[in-house]
C-alpha cells in the first residue's frame, strides 16, 4: 500500500500558485483576494475557513474573513454576498457551510456570482463542468481529480465507484470521472442508501471514491484487492484521549482495509488539503474570467 | 415483454397539457408560444422540428417556425437568439440541433435565456437539476422519466445503466436516475466506449438507457432476462425498400432483445414523442418562471 498523501501533493499544488502570485506581483498586477464568510462557531466550520486564510497567506493571496453572528438573517447576508458580487477588489468568496436553519443555502448559492464562485456550488458552474466549459469546478472533486493527476493514478477504462451522491462531492465527482479527459474515463457507478448489494459493488471497484459521511462505513470485505481508495469523510468522533475531545475520522476503516489496496487516502491529510489548495486555484482563475 | 408505448403515453401527456391550456384560455389569459429555430435543410432536423410545431397545434399552443440558411452567420444566429430572449409573447424557445459547422454551438446554447431554454442545455439549468431545483430538464431525460413514471416501472434499488455519457441524454439521465427522487434512487452506471466489459455491465442491469447512436448495438447477449429497455437511438439506416429510401433504427436490436426484456421502447414511437411531449411540458412550465 502507497499512501496518496494529499498533504505533499497540496503543498505542490500550492507552490506553482505561488509561483503565478509572485509573477502577477513582478509584473505590477494585483494579487487574487479571496474572502470567506463565516456564520455562527461551529467548531468545524471556524477550523475550515481558518484553514482557508492560512492557505491565502502560505502562497501569496490577500484574504479577508468576515464573521457574521449566529442568529444572522437571511437578509443580512444576501446583502453581503450582494456587497461582496460587486466589489471589485475581491476576486472569489465563500460562504462557509452549514448555515443556521433560519437561512436558505440554496438562495445563498443562487446569489453568488457565478465568476466569484470559487467553491464551485452554483447552478451554471456545474452546468459548465457537465458541457466540459471552463467553470469552477466543485472544490473537492475537483481536489481528488488533481491529487489522481499528480500521482499519475490510471483511470482510463477502470471502474469507479463513487459511495454518496450530493450535490457537492458524490454527483459532481461522478460527472468528472466518466468524461473524456485524463483523469477521466472511467465505468462510473454511484452507489448510496438505497443501494442493495452495495458490498458486491464496491469491491467491484478499481477507484473507491467515498462521501457518504458515515465514520469506518467501508471495510476490508468491500474492497477489492490493488484498488485506490478516496476517503472524503472527515467526522469528528468523541475520543477522550485527545486534547480537542475528538478525533477526525474518515468514512473508510483505514487499518483494515490498507494491506488489500494501492493507495489510499489518510484522513486528516488526503482529500481536506486538497480541497483547500483546489479552492486556491480556482480563487487564481477567477481573475481571468469574465 | 411489454411495450413500452411511448407514443400513447407521449398522447396522454400532451392531453394532460392540453387541458391547462384551455383553462389558461378560459380564464382570459395568453397561451404557451413556443419559437422553433432550424438553421439549413438537414432531413432529419426538419422532421423534428415539424413534429414539434404539429405537437404545439394539437395542444392549442402558439408555435413560430423560424427557418435561416445553411449559410446563416453566428452573427445571425446569435442575434435572433437575442431577439427571441427579448420577445415578451415567446415563452420559450429551442435552435435545432446539429448546426452547420461555422456555428459554435457552446455560444449559442449559452446565449438562450435559461428561463427560455425548454431544451434544457443551458448550463444554468443542468446545474439546477443537479441541485434538484425547479428547471427546464433537458428533454429526452426528462420524456423517459416520464415515461417510466406513468407506466408504473418501479426504480428505487435498481441497477440503472447508462450507455453513452452525452451532455443531452447519458449524463443527465445518470443524474436523473440516481436522486432522490421516484423515478429515480436507482444504482447507476455510465458505460461509454472506454468501457472494458461493457457486454458484462449491461446484462447485469436492472434498467437499461440506450443513447450511443450505434444502430442495434445492443444484443441479446447484453440484456438481463426481465430488464426495462429504453431505446434513445434513432439513426436513419439506408433501406431501398422504404418510401423514403432509410428506416429509423434504434440502439438495440429490437428482434433479439424483445422476448428477454420485461418492457422495451420501439423505434420510432418509444422515446421520441416523449421528448415532443417533455418540451412541450417545458413550454407549460416556463409561462411561470421568472
Known amino acids: 500500500m502507497q499512501l496518496l498523501d494529499g498533504k505533499a501533493t497540496a503543498k505542490a499544488l500550492k507552490e506553482d500558485i505561488a509561483v503565478s502570485v509572485a509573477e502577477i506581483k513582478a509584473a505590477g498586477g494585483r494579487v487574487p483576494h479571496l474572502a470567506a464568510v463565516l456564520v455562527g462557531s461551529d467548531g468545524g466550520s471556524k477550523t475550515y475557513v481558518n484553514n482557508k486564510v492560512v492557505a491565502c497567506e502560505e502562497i501569496g493571496f490577500e484574504s479577508t474573513l468576515i464573521e457574521l453572528s449566529e442568529d444572522a438573517s437571511e437578509e443580512e447576508l444576501l446583502a453581503l454576498v450582494d456587497k461582496l458580487n460587486n466589489d471589485d477588489t475581491i476576486d472569489g468568496f465563500i460562504v462557509q457551510v452549514p448555515l443556521p ?3 436558505d443555502e440554496d438562495k445563498v448559492t443562487l446569489a453568488i456570482h457565478p465568476r466569484k464562485d470559487v467553491d464551485g456550488f452554483h447552478p451554471e458552474n456545474l452546468g459548465k463542468m457537465i458541457l466540459g466549459l471552463p467553470t469552477h469546478i466543485s472544490a473537492t472533486p475537483n481536489g481528488i481529480v488533481e491529487l489522481l493527476k499528480r500521482n499519475n493514478i490510471d483511470t ?5 465507484v463513487v459511495v454518496g451522491r450530493s450535490n457537492i462531492v458524490g ?9 473524456n479527459a485524463n483523469p477521466g474515463n472511467c465505468t462510473v457507478t454511484v452507489v448510496h442508501s438505497r443501494t442493495a448489494n452495495m458490498q458486491e459493488i464496491c469491491a467491484s471497484a478499481d477507484i473507491l471514491v467515498v462521501a457518504i459521511g458515515k465514520p469506518e462505513f467501508i471495510t476490508a470485505d468491500m474492497v477489492k484487492e490493488g484498488a485506490v481508495v478516496i476517503d472524503v469523510g472527515t467526522t469528528r468522533v468523541p475520543d477522550e484521549s485527545r486534547p480537542k475531545g475528538f478525533r477526525l475520522t474518515g468514512d473508510v476503516d483505514f487499518e483494515g482495509v490498507k494491506d488489500k489496496c494501492s493507495y489510499i487516502t489518510p484522513v486528516p491529510g488526503g482529500v481536506g488539503p486538497m480541497t483547500i489548495a483546489s479552492l486556491m486555484q480556482n480563487t487564481l482563475n477567477a481573475i481571468n474570467m469574465s
Chains 1, 2 share one sequence.
Not at 156 to 160: A, I, M, T, Y
Not at 171 to 179: F, H, K, N
Open 156 to 160: 482510463s477504462g477502470k471502474h469507479c
Open 171 to 179: 454527483t459532481p465527482m461522478a460527472i468528472l470521472m466518466s468524461r
Open 101 to 103: 436553519d433560519q437561512i
